[in-house]
């Protein structure tokens, strides 16, 4: 669930929220999309972001899921309480 809006970029929002299984807190960056595999680069873009999933290294952010709707993909992270652009 959406606690807190964190940050706005280019491309979306990012969310501070509580994952309602484990109760931790995670990072939520939602964008929108015109349709979600009208466009090609769309359905792409879902399964770059799933594949991402798998990848669990000690400098990246974990991906943990995705939720892709009819005009926005969210995507649940790792949540770091620093500012990434900082530790960048």
């Known amino acids: 669930s ?3 809006n964190i940050g706005e ?3 979306g929002t990012v969310f501070r929220g509580t994952d309602r ?13 015109s349709h979600r595999c009208d ?3 769309t ?6 972001i799933r ?3 798998e990848l669990q290294l000690p400098n990246i952010i ?3 899921d995705i939720y892709p ?14 500012d990434v652009e900082q530790i960048i």
């Open 21 to 33: 299984e484990t109760g931790r807190t995670v990072a939520i960056k939602s964008f929108k999309v």
């Open 62 to 64: 974990q991906l943990f």
């Open 43 to 48: 359905c792409d873009l879902v399964r770059e």
């Open 39 to 41: 466009i090609p680069w």
């Open 69 to 82: 709707e009819k005009s926005s993909i969210h995507l649940v992270m790792e949540f770091l309480p620093a």
């Open 51 to 53: 594949a991402l999933r």
């Open 9 to 11: 970029g280019k491309h």
């Open 2 to 4: 959406k606690n807190q």
